[in-house]
């Protein structure tokens, strides 16, 4: 997902995009892989790399903005919320279960 600076990309560019569905769409084949690879029950899926602090990329987006005006929020963690049940999902339709750091339960 492209990041962006006073109003225009700047190069950079920051993990998925959680409001595209061909995202969900490429993890779910991901981790169908992963599950039919390591017999294990769990999978780590970190949860701490998301940076939702003023100037960061998803604050910067004007397709995160856009959502956010939409849904009538101002918290990006709801966004964050949406990318990580949807990400809980993906991971559980392979029947393994999740483990991620704190910050997963941090914003609900």
């Known amino acids: ?13 920051y993990g998925a995009n959680p409001l595209l569905n061909t995202t969900f769409d490429f993890m779910g084949k991901f981790f169908a892989e992963v599950a039919s690879v390591f017999p294990d029950d769990y999978v780590h899926v970190g949860g701490d790399e ?4 003023q100037g960061s990329c998803w604050t910067t987006n ?20 949406l990318y990580e049940q949807r990400f809980v999902n993906v991971v559980s339709a392979t029947n393994k279960s999740l483990i991620g750091w704190q910050e997963l339960f941090d914003h609900g």
């Open 50 to 53: 998301l940076s939702l602090g």
């Open 62 to 81: 004007p397709d995160m903005q856009a959502w956010m005006k939409a849904h009538g929020k101002t918290d990006y963690a709801a966004l964050e919320n």
């Open 1 to 13: 997902m492209p990041c962006y600076s006073d109003g225009k990309p700047n190069g950079a560019r």
